[in-house]
């Protein structure tokens, strides 16, 4: 169930309402994730973002750096990134599947994977970070983030948000805890630790850095070779 979620039922205005309807600690933590990003780009950067959604970094991205892509699965979330992130001719969005891209080899100095991404696009997670490397050049950044654990009550709290307002199934309690979020439509929201970030790299021949940040996002940070 949890497959394709997002791209059909959690797409464009009901992502939107999402991060819209999130709790103060909740957007402390989203707006601590861009900054950790922006800390890392430069204007003479190439930037790529995978799972773009509706484009709420787009726009800051761009703002930083030379040019930005932004590639989602979502058809109705990339119109309406189109629609309000307007005419920046620095800004492309594709749809694109973020495990088989269509860009060459060493196109982007610096690629993104936030917001639990990596857990949220239910794919192949070692399969994914290697292309994200692979479309990165040599001596570029790909950072890929999601929850830390000391952020699991308001996590929780803003899942059960979601819920309240009909975003998300039901919370089912039973089968939520040690990191994961369950719901009774079949919605499953797990998350990475650290050592999972270290083997995924090790495993694809890269070395990574985990940073913590805000006691809300993990961070795994790798520098291509």
């Not at 991060?19 to 790529?48: N, W």
């Not at 992130?85 to 594709?94: E, K, P, Q, T, Y």
């Not at 269509?102 to 794919?123: E, K, L, Y």
């Not at 009774?184 to 070395?207: H, P, Q, W, Y």
Request: net charge negative.
């Amino acid at each position: 169930m949890t497959q394709g979620y997002y791209s059909e039922k959690l797409s464009a205005e009901r992502l939107r309402a999402c991060y819209d309807l999130a709790p103060p600690r909740t957007k402390a933590y989203l707006e601590a994730e861009i900054g950790f990003v922006l800390e890392r780009a430069s204007p003479h950067m190439r930037a790529l973002e995978l799972g773009c959604g509706y484009g709420r970094v787009l726009k800051r991205l761009a703002d930083r750096t030379q040019a930005v892509i932004g590639i989602d699965t979502s058809v109705a979330s990339l119109q309406m990134a189109r629609e309000s992130l307007g005419n920046i001719r620095s800004l492309h969005v594709a749809a694109m599947d973020a495990v088989c891209m269509g860009f060459s080899d060493r196109t982007f100095d610096i690629t993104i994977c936030i917001q639990n991404g990596i857990s949220a696009f239910h794919v192949d997670r070692q399969r994914l970070l290697a292309e994200a490397a692979r479309v990165t050049k040599s001596g570029g950044i790909v950072l890929f983030s999601s929850y830390s654990s000391r952020f699991w009550t308001p996590r929780l709290e803003w899942f059960e948000v979601q819920a309240a307002h009909g975003l998300v199934g039901e919370i089912d309690y039973e089968a939520t805890g040690n990191g994961v979020i369950a719901c009774k439509d079949g919605f499953c929201a797990t998350a990475i630790g650290e050592e999972e970030f270290r083997a995924l790299a090790a495993n694809v021949g890269l070395v990574s850095k985990i940073t913590e940040v805000d006691n809300s996002s993990l961070f795994c940070e790798i520098v291509v070779p």
